[in-house]
T-cell receptor, first 114, second 115 residues
Framework: QQKVQQSPESLTVSEGAMASLNCTFSDGTSNNFRWYRQHSAKGLEVLVSIFSDGEKEEGRFTAHLNRANLHVSLHIREPQPSDSAVYLC??????????????FGKGTKLSVKS | GALVYQYPRRTICKSGTSMRMECQAVGFQATSVAWYRQSPQKTFELIALSTVNSAIKYEQNFTQEKFPISHPNLSFSSMTVLNAYLEDRGLYLCGARDWSSYEQYFGPGTRLTVL
């Protein structure tokens, strides 16, 4: 069964400093990785989707995937106080009906101080 | 664009009663719909995955008897929480997968409070 772990549990950064979040997964055949943001226990906002090793940038958000190391990270450039939220890593297989299941990590709570 | 609506956004029910929540995909055809629950202080757990024209698959600790799901077409799904108790409170998210792109879009969730 897929296990997804995120670190750190919480992170405080100053406005403008780079924020880096980590996610490890257990199933090496996974090929669909997403980072979501959740503000105050509301719905999910997708930030970046990545399917192959390397980097994927979406605005100030960059995901870096290393499947051999079972690791995917999220880097937030020039974070702002409005970026304060819980960041969730989700892992699945990209194709196939039964593989629509996402396994979520427990999240990293990011606080950005001005 | 692809959107997922959920209704209601918030609901309160008495312990032992049931409530139904709905999920509507707009702008795309949802070949599968996944229902998740986020209990207080926890991450999202998959309840069940519903694929049109296939049997609904429930995850361990979740049953059809407790969470019956209807997925009659490619744009609509509903789930009922039967005999809700305190442990059923939380945010219920619907994730609908686009048949053509495999992208999964989430609704804003239905927040269930049980008194």
């Amino acid at each position: 069964q897929q296990k997804v772990q995120q670190s750190p549990e919480s992170l405080t950064v100053s406005e403008g400093a780079m924020a880096s979040l980590n996610c490890t997964f257990s199933d090496g055949t996974s090929n669909n990785f997403r980072w979501y943001r959740q503000h105050s226990a509301k719905g999910l906002e997708v930030l970046v989707s990545i399917f192959s090793d390397g980097e994927k940038e979406e605005g100030r958000f960059t995901a870096h995937l290393n499947r051999a190391n079972l690791h995917v990270s999220l880097h937030i450039r020039e974070p702002q106080p409005s970026d304060s939220a819980v960041y969730l890593c989700a892992v699945s297989m990209r194709s196939g009906g039964s593989n629509a299941k996402l396994t979520f990590g427990k999240g990293t709570k990011l606080s950005v101080k001005s | 664009g692809a959107l997922v609506y959920q209704y209601p956004r918030r609901t309160i029910c008495k312990s032992g009663t049931s409530m139904r929540m709905e999920c509507q995909a707009v702008g795309f055809q949802a070949t599968s719909v996944a229902w998740y629950r986020q209990s207080p202080q926890k991450t999202f757990e998959l309840i069940a995955l519903s694929t049109v024209n296939s049997a609904i698959k429930y995850e361990q600790n979740f049953t059809q008897e407790k969470f019956p799901i209807s997925h009659p077409n490619l744009s609509f799904s509903s789930m009922t929480v039967l005999n809700a108790y305190l442990e059923d409170r939380g945010l219920y998210l619907c994730g609908a997968r686009d048949w053509s792109s495999y992208e999964q879009y989430f609704g804003p969730g239905t927040r269930l409070t049980v008194l």
